[in-house]
């Protein structure tokens, strides 16, 4: 990743920390969940609307640390409108993306490439994927609270 790159990328990240994206509980939210990582001190609560198998409302609550802030800012507006296997799928190469493993094209990721960085730290996955695994539990229905202990 060049210099520019990471600038860029590093600015998208503190513009949606500071002004989340679908902050709150959006109206007719159904389903729900909570992620917690104890060791980094985020805590994030996810709302979504299922209708159709479609997520047609999702929003989050929480407070945490830029790089969980971001990426839940940046999920909402990433699924919103998709199906739940379309979820499904998108977590999965957004694992890959943070966490360095397959070789999932960035650019196919839309703006969730932005937190493609978090790779280089390691401890920062969890940070990332927080919010991810959260609405994983909503859109199964358990809705149980997600730890990353
Ligand atoms: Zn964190």
Redesign the pocket.
């Known amino acids: 990743m060049n210099a520019e790159l990471r600038d860029l990328y590093q600015w998208v990240i503190l513009d949606h920390y500071k002004k989340p994206r679908n902050y709150g509980r959006p109206p007719g939210a159904d389903r729900e969940a909570e992620g917690v ?1 104890p060791l ?1 001190g ?1 805590q994030v609560h996810v709302y979504a609307k299922l209708e159709d198998e479609r997520v047609t409302e999702v929003g989050f609550e929480g407070s ?2 830029a ?2 802030t971001a990426a839940a800012s940046l999920m909402t507006q990433a699924v919103k409108g998709r199906t739940r296997q379309e979820v499904a799928t998108l977590f999965e190469r957004y694992h890959d993306l943070v966490t360095g493993h397959g070789d999932v094209d960035p650019e196919s990721l839309g703006k969730l490439a932005v937190l493609a960085g978090v790779r280089e730290f390691p401890v920062r996955v969890k ?1 990332a994927t927080l919010a991810w695994h959260a609405l994983r539990s909503a859109l199964e229905g358990s809705g149980e609270t997600v730890t990353t202990e």
């Open positions: 990582n980094c985020d945490g640390c790089i969980s940070c």
